[in-house]
């Protein structure tokens, strides 16, 4: 039997959810079969059921075995007509076994299991007939349950067996044929269980407890799919759940048993789950006494019939009411002695939450669509969790935390003000340690705050529907300064509040930063326009459209703006009325001129006031003050208000005055007001009045402690009679009042501490004010107000975070930190908060540990070792990879970071990367292989001219200590700085000056400014190696960046030449620094002229600083830094179009002339220029002849280079002939002119640098300039003017022979014969030049003297003795020279014989001189006959001019 009995309990324990797979009908008719067969058996072990049956078998059976035969009679005829067939047929003996009080606990757990088995074998669906009857008589049934108690196992085992029934029934597919009773039914006899088993054991307690949450899940569950017309709530159902919780209530207050129920002692009590009473009636057992909860026992007839209805909306607010009325269980028990307080506090509300929980967690965002449900989570539901939330239960706490999370997910736009309440009166109180809050329930508070902050939008929400509105507490301000003072540690380590805090601000940033770039544009920063001109009235504005950001999102502006400026006035209000009154209407926040009704919007709508002094302003006896006092009560809508709750609201808004007078000038008010938006019982004002005033000495008497003899009911209403224009109130009317004072204090008493106390009243108001309030603005995912948000908490967590960062040592809590960072970051940079990003890469650097000025190897392995530091500096370079647009001063911090990294020898050889990097930027092989890096080169021993790498002697000079081996790293010296060296690659350092071009222009220069602050002022004579190396490898990234941005070379251009300025004019000595600066300066020009011409002239004059150089330095260097000039020409030579430009090129190519290692390449680049005129032009002709001449002069290199310039200069007079040709056609004759005496000037200097050049001590050289000169002179495509050819002649031609023939008589006998050479091609430059410039200078009136200096130079010449012994070839050439000259003036008709009567004539002054120098030479010109026939052919009156004379020589007076 035990063993029977044992099985079918186990049976009963197990759920079939899933139950049987569609059973054929012959297996049904088996399974029940089986069950009857069960029942039976149970039966027959009684000893009541089996001694009747066997005594007496004649006697009839009992019905409850005679209803089991019968069935088993019928149910295998059934076969395959199960769904045909009415299940009352097979379940009611069954139904009849669980209702009779004559059946023992094992026997009614049997027919309970068998009932479960038949609801899980799919047999019943919502098809099969009759379903809806059978459900009732199941539920009715079970509900009414009842059987004797043999022993505590079996009456548990039962117990379990009807919450299974109980939840199979709305398991099942069926289940909509429930009606609202019935479903009810089933809550309340679960709950019922759910209490007994408080005494029984913990595997009961479990279940129970399980099936209730399963059967609240269930039933919440069809809310989102329930249709409209099934959502009526059945009338005045609110008092059943209020009887259900009196019920349960009292039976907590058993003397001896908590659970209400009496244990069975024999046999023969009964233990009962419900009375026998009609269906709609529930019994609960006390001792003695029984309380009836009766469903619809107050319903009208419509009532009645929505509650049977199929159940719905009705159901689930009986229900929902139900689970909130269990919150107010514990107002009314009475701790006993020996009872646990703490296991009241606890249990009975946390079982209460988890089902309100569940049931929202499925309902969801449905609470919302049916009013009903909304006001009990609204007024009842969030009440309690507010109260609640206070407890002093941190479990308690964390499950109402749970559910207003809950809440606001799915229903924050029905919950605005209740949900501002709750997060600034409970989690924002508790986690700033008020009233008592234990750390535990800090921790919880924080934590659901961090919960919140972590939802997408709740920060912006936040924002918008309470700092943006004025009479709402700047909750986010609040919320962002709670975190930010939470994460500050107290004491070191961080404890978890600490770590808390500062996930919630880290999430609030990471926030903000993930929305950066969504389509929010126009909406960021406020807007100028702002700035109140006027008053205008602005109390009550409303935003047109509350869904669309366009609209809402400049209401919230507007509004934020005026409520800053209010919380000013507010400011100055509390401390002085009146100067806060006249502030506001400074701010044109209140009219100019004081109105009532404006100063009346200002105390009902402003937050933050003090309710004392607005009290006092409003009971004063000011008549101006009773304005605003009527004003002030007019703004209450009070309209179908009860008194009580009317002045409740009234008194929440300031405290009521402690004078008579002022209570009564405030309550008069208060009664005008209230009379006439609700005048439905009181008859007049006087009697709104006169029971106001009751009132407020009723709540003062019931709530003082001080009074010891309490006001009855009788009382105050003994006291209120006649007052209602001498008729008395209703009696019921004044009950009412009376309870609710006495229940509810109206609290008068000051805020304490500044912080509001939560009260009944206070949440009345609440209510009151948010039916009211404007619309909860639901934010999409935009950055709409994440500036101003931004704004408010960007230096407080810069801040904290940074306190954690350094007090924290967990590396989760410190990558937390530089998440952090780079979220302020990010959004430091979207929203141009330099100011901010500085202060963040300044707190960054100090944690590198890089700042320290002196460094060894036990730094780099402390720095390998210091997990902090290094995630710092990873995390500075990356806000500088990453936002450097909008870094300013930051900038000097993080290279102080670099400069320490680079003297620990972390930094990789080239870490500034440029430009000039890419290779194809130089086609020659050559070039590309002098660009790699300097560290490549190998350094001399010396500082000597053929260092040609830039960081020779740098290298030399680390290397001086390098004579003593080094001692070798221990291997964690060697781990440290691999972990070091993997760090600063992760940093991407060079990436910062790389990618410079594309920083901002202000940040740009503000990274410049640093380097050469970083770099520090070069000082004239020996500095420190250290500041040298520091001051190279700042200079090396200044050049670097300055090639990086040559778009923006304007910007940087002045900084960057005034560094490189002060190191060469500092620099005495040959070194890395004015090496570096000087090829910096160099390669800068050599990258920029292609892409600026607009700077060419500029960078070019720069190079002037070459010039300035120290003579060792410019001697060391001077082969290298002509090969840039080269370099630079060729490169850039058709850019350079200034005379400024090309005189410092060409200054920096005649310096090399005279120098052994450098003349060759200056010569290679001056033939670059001039070689056939390629670049050759009238702004550098000049400077170009002057430097060929000194090329051609000096003596540093062989003849030929010499012979080379020579040439050069003469080559260039192509183009000379080219632009002469070209000036032809200029736009006007005077530009013409001009530009061909431009031209006519360049080639008389390139004729008077050849014969300066025709004096060179070298033959070779000396004789080809007098050829080139002659050739010069000889020129065709240039028309030389008689002035021209005159100074050609004495300053050219005649000093040259002068200075020649002064040379002659001054040499050796070796050097003369050289010089007789020169001479003699001198003679002939005199000879063909005239003979070439005969035609011009013919007609010039200076033309005799010119003859006659001729004429006397070839005298000379004749005269010209060498130790006595005269010239023969000058001897011989002369004449010679002398005859062709004369013949062509002949024949050109220009010497023609003259009457020697006249005087001397330019006739007998030529012979005269002619004679001095070959005397026979006339006769060989003119041959006697021929002199004749001209002397006849000669008039007489001719003559030929006097040297000092004008001539005239016409041609028609001349002979053939």
């Not at 046999?267 to 003695?288: H, I, K, Y």
């Not at 190897?857 to 390998?864: A, N, P, V």
């Not at 070069?1018 to 990086?1044: H, R």
């Not at 050049?1253 to 070779?1260: A, F, I, K, S, Y």
Request: charged share 20%; with cysteine.
């Amino acid at each position: 039997m035990n063993s029977l009995n044992g099985q079918q309990e186990v049976d009963g324990l197990v759920e079939k959810l899933n139950g049987f797979s569609n059973p054929s009908g012959g297996t049904l008719a088996c399974m029940l079969n089986s069950e009857i067969g069960a029942v039976l058996a149970v039966m027959r072990r009684n000893v009541r059921w089996g001694v009747h049956y066997a005594s007496d078998e004649e006697q009839m059976e009992h019905s409850l075995i005679i209803s089991f035969k019968e069935l088993r009679k019928k149910i295998f005829s059934w076969q395959n007509q199960w769904h045909r067939v009415d299940p009352v047929l097979y379940l009611q003996p069954f139904l009849d076994v669980i209702k009779s009080d004559e059946t023992g606990a094992p026997i009614t757990g049997v027919a309970l299991s068998s009932v479960y088995k038949i609801l899980n074998l799919d047999i019943i669906d919502s098809q099969t007939v009759n379903i809806d009857n059978a459900l009732h008589l199941i539920v009715d049934a079970v509900t009414s349950c009842r059987f004797e108690v043999t022993d505590p196992a079996s009456e548990e085992v039962a117990l379990m067996k009807i919450l299974q029934v109980l939840l199979a029934c709305m398991k099942t597919k069926a289940s909509v044929s429930l009606n609202n009773n019935h479903v009810c039914g089933i809550v309340t006899t679960c709950f019922r269980i759910v209490h007994q088993a408080s005494s029984k054991s913990e595997l009961l307690q479990r279940i129970s407890r399980h099936t209730m949450h399963e059967l609240i899940r269930c039933i919440f569950l069809h809310l989102p799919s329930i249709d409209g017309n099934r959502h009526r709530l059945v009338h005045g159902s609110q008092s059943n759940t209020e009887d259900a919780v009196f019920a349960y209530t009292q039976s907590l207050q058993g003397n001896k048993h908590v659970n209400g129920y009496r244990s069975a002692e024999s046999g023969n009590e009964l233990l009962a789950v419900s009375s026998d009473v009609p269906m709609d009636t529930v019994a609960v057992q006390t001792n003695d006494k029984t309380t009836e909860i009766v469903h619809g026992k107050n319903s009208s007839t419509s009532s009645d019939s929505s509650m049977a209805d199929p159940y719905g909306i009705p159901a689930m607010v009986e229900i929902f009411h139900f689970l909130c009325s269990l919150l107010n269980v514990m107002e009314n028990i009475d701790i006993g002695p020996r009872s646990n307080p703490i296991a009241y506090d606890e249990d009975v509300p946390l079982f209460a939450l988890g089902l309100i929980n569940s049931a929202i967690e499925l309902g969801g965002a449905s609470f919302g669509n049916h009013p009903k449900l909304l006001t009990l989570i609204q007024e009842e539901l969030l009440y309690n969790l507010m109260h609640f939330g206070l407890s002093m239960s941190p479990l308690i706490l964390s499950t109402v935390c749970s559910i207003v999370l809950n809440l606001y997910h799915h229903l924050r736009t029905k919950i605005r003000l209740q949900l501002a309440e709750f997060i600034s009166g409970v989690l924002l109180r508790i986690s700033q340690s008020k009233y008592g809050a234990s750390y535990q329930q800090q921790e919880v508070a924080m934590e659901a705050l961090v919960d919140f902050c972590r939802q997408p939008m709740f920060v912006t929400e936040l924002y918008v529907n309470y700092d943006c509105d004025i009479s709402c507490s700047n909750v986010f301000e609040d919320l962002a300064n709670l975190l930010s003072k939470s994460a500050f540690p107290v004491n070191s380590p961080l404890s978890a509040m600490n770590t808390l805090a500062l996930d919630g601000l880290i999430a609030l940033v990471q926030g903000m930063a993930e929305r950066i770039g969504h389509d929010s544009s126009g909406f960021g920063e406020a807007s100028p326009s702002l700035e109140l001109k006027a008053y205008e009235p602005f109390w009550t504005a409303k935003c047109n459209d509350y869904v669309r950001p366009h609209h809402w999102v400049p209401f919230a502006h507007s509004r934020k703006h005026i409520k800053r400026k209010l919380m000013i006035g507010v400011d100055h209000f509390n401390r002085d009325p009146k100067k806060g009154l006249e502030y506001l209407q400074e701010l044109h926040l209140l009219p100019s001129k004081l109105d009532p009704i404006s100063v009346a919007y200002f105390f009902r709508y402003t937050t933050g006031l003090d309710k004392n002094i607005t009290g006092d302003f409003l009971g004063s006896h000011d008549e101006f003050c009773i304005q605003v006092l009527h004003e002030f009560a007019r703004t209450f809508e009070f309209g179908d208000m009860n008194l009580d709750t009317a002045l409740r609201i009234f008194l929440e808004a300031f405290r009521l005055p402690g004078e008579s007078q002022k209570i009564q000038r405030v309550l008069e008010a208060f009664s005008e007001s209230y009379f006439e938006q609700s005048p439905h019982i009181l008859a007049n004002k006087d009697a709104a009045l006169l029971l106001s005033y009751s009132l407020i000495m009723l709540n003062t008497d019931q709530h003082n402690a001080q009074v010891k003899k309490k006001m009855s009911e009788d009382d105050f209403i003994r006291n209120n009679r006649k007052i209602n224009g001498g008729d008395d109130l209703p009696r019921d009317f004044l009950s009412d009042l009376y309870h609710s004072i006495c229940e509810n204090e109206i609290r008068m008493l000051p805020d304490q501490g500044g912080v509001a106390v939560f009260t009944r009243s206070h949440w009345i108001g609440l209510m009151h004010k948010a039916k009211h309030a404007a619309p909860f603005i639901v934010c999409d995912p935009g950055s709409y107000l994440d500036y101003d948000m931004f704004a408010i908490l960007s230096g407080p967590s810069v801040a904290a975070i940074s306190v954690v960062f350094d007090h924290a040592e967990q590396e989760g809590v410190l990558q937390s930190c530089i998440d952090g960072f780079l979220a302020i970051a990010k959004l430091s940079a979207a929203y141009s908060f330099g100011k901010v990003l500085d202060d963040l890469v300044v707190s960054l650097c100090k944690f590198t540990t890089l700042l320290n000025p002196f460094f060894n190897e036990k730094s780099i392995l402390s720095f390998g070792n210091d997990i902090k530091a290094r995630m710092a500096t990873v995390g500075v370079f990356t806000i500088a990879n990453c936002y450097g647009d909008h870094i300013r001063s930051g900038w000097r911090n993080m290279l102080d970071c670099i400069l320490s990294l680079q003297k620990m020898g972390l930094l990789p050889a080239r870490l500034a990367r440029d430009a000039a990097d890419d290779l194809e930027a130089y086609p020659d092989n050559d070039r590309v292989k002098r660009s790699e890096s300097p560290a490549s080169q190998v350094p001399a021993t010396i500082p000597s001219r053929k260092s040609s790498g830039i960081m020779g002697r740098f290298s030399l000079l680390l290397s001086l200590d390098a004579e003593e081996p080094a001692p070798q790293p221990s291997e964690e010296q060697v781990a440290a700085r691999q972990v070091a060296l993997q760090t600063v690659k992760n940093c991407h350092i060079d990436n910062i000056f790389a990618e410079s071009k594309f920083l901002q222009a202000d940040s740009l220069s503000q990274l410049v400014r640093a380097l050469v602050v970083a770099a520090g002022r070069p000082l004239k004579g020996n500095s420190s190696l250290e500041d040298e190396v520091t001051a190279v490898f700042c200079l090396d990234l200044l050049i670097a960046i300055t090639l990086n941005n040559r778009d923006r070379i304007t910007l940087l251009w002045q900084n960057v030449y005034e560094h490189i300025a002060n190191v060469v004019q500092s620099s005495v000595m040959p070194g890395t620094l004015v090496e570096k600066a000087v090829f910096g300066l160099l390669r800068i020009c050599q990258r920029l002229l292609p892409y600026k011409e607009n700077l060419t002239d500029e960078l070019l004059k720069s190079l002037q600083l070459v010039l300035k150089l120290d003579a060792r330095v410019a001697d060391a260097y001077c082969e290298q830094i002509t090969q840039e000039v080269m370099h630079l020409v060729k490169a850039n030579a058709m850019q350079i179009r200034s005379h400024i430009g090309w005189r410092t090129i060409i200054s920096l190519l005649s310096i090399t002339a005279r120098h052994p290692e450098a003349s060759e390449t200056g010569f290679e680049t001056l033939s670059y220029v001039m070689s056939e005129g390629a670049h050759l032009l009238p702004t550098n002709y000049v400077l170009c002849l002057n430097a060929a001449r000194q090329f051609a002069e000096s003596r540093v290199g062989q003849v030929d280079r010499s012979v080379r310039s020579l040439d050069l200069m003469a080559g260039s007079v192509v183009c000379l002939v080219r632009w002469f040709n070209q000036s032809k056609e200029a736009v006007n004759e005077e530009t013409a002119i001009k530009i061909s005496q431009d031209i006519l000037e360049m080639w008389m200097r390139l004729v008077q640098g050849l014969r300066k050049v025709c004096l060179d001590p070298r033959e070779e050289v000396r004789n080809h300039a007098i050829l080139l000169l002659q050739r010069c002179l000889a020129t065709d495509g240039i028309r030389l003017t008689t002035d021209l050819w005159l100074q050609c002649f004495d300053p050219v031609i005649f000093t040259l022979l002068d200075e020649l023939l002064e040379t002659a008589q001054q040499s050796s006998p070796k050097d003369y014969r050289s010089i007789e050479g020169s001479i003699i091609l001198s003679l002939k430059v005199l000879a063909k030049a005239f003979l070439q410039s005969l035609p011009d200078i013919s007609q010039s009136t200076s033309f005799c003297q010119l003859w006659l200096k001729v004429l006397s130079c070839m005298e000379r010449h004749m005269k010209l003795r060498f130790r006595g012994k005269r010239s023969e070839k000058i001897h011989e050439l002369v004449p010679e020279l002398l005859k062709n000259v004369l013949l062509v003036m002949k024949t050109s008709g220009i010497l023609v014989p003259s009457d020697p009567v006249g005087g001397d004539s330019f006739w007998q002054l030529t012979w005269l001189h002619v004679k001095n120098i070959t005397p026979d030479l006339q006769s060989e010109v003119f041959p006697r006959e021929e002199m004749e026939k001209l002397q006849e052919k000669q008039p007489k009156g001719g003559c030929s001019p006097l040297p000092d004379g004008n001539v005239v020589v016409s041609p028609n007076e001349t002979t053939a």
